[in-house]
Structure formats: structure tokens, C-alpha cells
């Protein structure tokens, strides 16, 4: 299977002065990506924070249907939790149609205290609600019609979702994937991963990449258990990424970046006065401890692949170790991170499409 190659954008303006031209950059940037051949572009979601300002993946990626013209748009991730799941399933089901059956959709249950707060959606509930979100989303994607009785939810008559998505029996499903229950609930449904370097680095610190190449073979052995082909599954992993011709100069360009974004995301999800939220104790006792141990300063970033960067003989390197310790089937770049220029993140994937990709 030839490798995939993503393009992924947060959307990081420290600088909300610019965020109309940001968000007209992230566009070009997945515009020239396109170009050069990459096979998707990834968006994400988040709330209340310049550690993303992008709201709703559903809009971006809407956007971005119009814009892109044969890459696959992908969500990384849809928070299940923050909306009613039909209104999800209704306006993801419109976007597969808009780009002619071109979606990705990936899911999770989110992990920043500070946007169940905001939108008072109880915390400890997430992995229940987006239990019960999914199961709606995709009975309303492959039922004529149906009801639902739920804890969250209820549809007590039958309905009929319209329109359809345009693939069947409905767009990949890609589950965000930390904790060993979301690798056992991705097998257990014949979900393909999306893994993220960043946090599975918070979690585990310098074992993160055995560790989490065991729970991937855990995660196959399940998948085959449970009927599935692990073969007709995707791997994607994102990751903090920036390339140059001089391995110094890419570490100087990408340092105050990536030291930026992971210092946000650590302070995001520090527990409360009450302490760790229920069902998310191991992430945030660890991702703290991992702050505090000074796993997050950049020459340990870079040490332990946490972002990946230098010369393009470096990236190769370090890439072609994931590929064969995670089997990966798509490599997902985020080269414009915290506030990256433009010009830097096009030349790094510039950069990495002709020196790079053909070696990896």
C-alpha cells in the first residue's frame, strides 16, 4: 500500500490581529499542498482559545470543499460530545456530498476541561456522549428511517436523515486514540486510527513510541477478533513537523513554535481544584508531570520525535523508524504551527514532497 501524505492546520494565531489572513493562509497552504500531490487536508476543532479558532470542523471543512478539487478533507477531530449527534451526522453527510465523496471523518470526545466548561457539558460524561453520538450518527447514515432512546438523546418518532453521505455505507471513520479503551473501542468497531504524536508524548515521555507501537499490535490482534481486516484499516499519525536544507536552521525556525503550541496544550488541560477529571486521570497526571519534568522544552521535543525536524535526510530517518514501529499508511505534516509564516510552512512542504516523500 503506497503511503499516504496529509497536510494538517490548527488554525494557531497568538496574534488575533491576523486571524482573517490566517485563516486565508491555511486555505493557500492546503491549495499548494494539493498541488504538490499530498492526499488530504486535516482540520481540527477547538473553543475558547488561541490554541485553535477554528469552531467547527464542519464549517472549515465545508470551506474547504469548494477550494480543493481532488484532495480528501479530513477532520482531526469532530468533538462528538459539543453538538446534538444528528445535527453532526446532517451537516458531515452535506460536506461528504459537496466534495463528491471526499470525506474523512474522524472522531473523539475531546480533553480541555476549559470547553466543557464554557459550553457546560459535564466532563466526566464525554466518553458516554460520545458513545451514544456515534451509535445515533450512524444509525441515521445507514437507516431509512429509525428512532432512538438514549441517556443524552431521544428521537421518539421515526425520522429520516437527508441527505445521505455519498459513500457507503458512509465516510472512513478514524477514531483519535490515546487511552487503551480508544484503541480497544476502535477494534472493537473497525475504526482505522488517528494517532497523534503529541499526546501519546505527554503521556509516556520518552517510551512513547514503544509504547505505542504496542498498542497498535494489541489494537490489530483485536481488530481481527472482532472480524475485522486490519488490512482495509488506516494509521495516520500527526505530527509537529518542520524541514530545511540546514538541520540548524530548522531547529531554530520551529523551536519557539512548537514550544508555544505544547506549553498551551499542557496548560489547557491541567486538572481542577477537584483534581484530575473522572475518566481522564492517567493523561492529565502524566501530561502534567511531563511539564513539570521539562519534558516539553524543545531539544527534548526533538530528542524523542515529539515534533519531528532537521534536514530532510533527518526527517527521512525519523519518519521511516514510525513507519515501521506504527505501520503507518499516512504521514499528516503540521508545519504551521503556533504562529509559523506562511512562506516557512509552504517551503518546508515544498520541501518535503521532493526530498522527502520518494524516500519515505
Excluded at 497552504?29 to 500531490?37: D, R, S, W
Excluded at 531554530?252 to 513554535?257: M, N, R, V
Aim: proline fraction near 6%.
Amino acid at each position: 500500500m503506497r503511503t499516504k501524505w496529509g497536510v494538517f492546520s490548527l488554525s494557531q494565531y497568538p496574534d488575533q490581529s491576523i486571524r482573517v489572513e490566517g485563516l486565508e493562509a491555511d486555505m493557500k497552504l492546503f491549495e499548494f499542498a494539493e498541488a504538490l500531490g499530498y492526499d488530504t487536508a486535516w482540520v481540527a476543532e477547538h473553543l475558547f482559545s488561541t490554541y485553535g479558532i477554528v469552531t467547527s470542523t464542519q464549517v472549515l471543512a465545508a470551506a474547504a470543499a469548494q477550494r480543493l478539487k481532488r484532495m480528501r478533507i479530513g477532520t482531526a477531530v469532530v468533538v462528538i460530545p459539543f453538538n446534538h449527534p444528528l445535527r453532526t451526522a446532517s451537516d458531515f453527510a452535506l460536506i461528504d456530498c459537496l466534495s463528491r465523496g471526499r470525506l474523512n471523518f474522524g472522531i473523539g470526545r475531546a480533553y480541555q476541561p476549559h470547553e466543557f466548561t464554557g459550553l457546560g457539558i459535564e466532563m466526566s460524561e464525554s466518553r458516554e456522549m460520545f458513545n451514544e453520538g456515534i451509535e445515533l450518527i450512524l444509525k441515521s447514515w445507514t437507516s431509512t428511517t429509525f428512532t432512538h432512546s438514549g441517556k443524552y438523546w431521544t428521537v421518539p418518532d421515526e425520522i429520516e436523515l437527508l441527505p445521505k453521505p455519498v459513500q457507503v455505507p458512509y465516510p472512513p471513520v478514524y477514531q483519535a486514540t490515546v487511552s487503551p479503551e480508544s484503541f480497544d473501542q476502535a477494534a472493537r468497531n473497525g475504526w482505522s486510527l488517528q494517532l497523534a504524536a503529541p499526546f501519546t508524548y505527554r503521556t509516556y515521555r520518552e517510551e512513547w513510541i514503544p509504547k505505542l507501537s504496542d498498542e497498535i499490535k494489541r489494537y490489530e490482534d483485536a481488530l481481527v477478533a472482532n472480524g475485522h481486516d486490519p488490512s482495509g484499516l488506516e494509521r495516520m499519525i500527526l505530527l509537529p513537523y518542520f524541514t530545511d536544507r540546514s538541520s540548524e536552521r530548522a531547529r531554530e525556525t520551529l523551536q519557539p513554535h512548537v514550544e508555544w503550541f505544547y506549553n498551551k496544550v499542557a496548560s489547557h488541560q491541567q486538572p481542577g481544584k477537584g483534581g484530575p477529571v473522572s475518566g481522564y486521570e492517567f493523561t492529565m497526571i502524566e501530561g502534567r508531570r511531563s511539564r513539570e519534568m521539562g519534558y516539553l522544552a524543545f531539544d527534548r521535543l526533538a530528542e524523542h520525535k515529539a515534533c519531528v525536524v532537521g534536514s530532510p535526510q533527518e526527517c527521512i530517518d525519523s519518519l521511516g523508524h514510525m513507519k515501521e514501529a506504527f505501520g503507518i499508511t499516512e504521514f499528516v505534516i503540521w508545519p504551521n504551527l503556533g504562529g509559523m509564516s506562511p512562506t516557512r510552512a509552504e517551503n518546508a512542504v515544498r520541501l518535503t514532497w521532493e526530498e522527502i516523500v520518494p524516500h519515505v
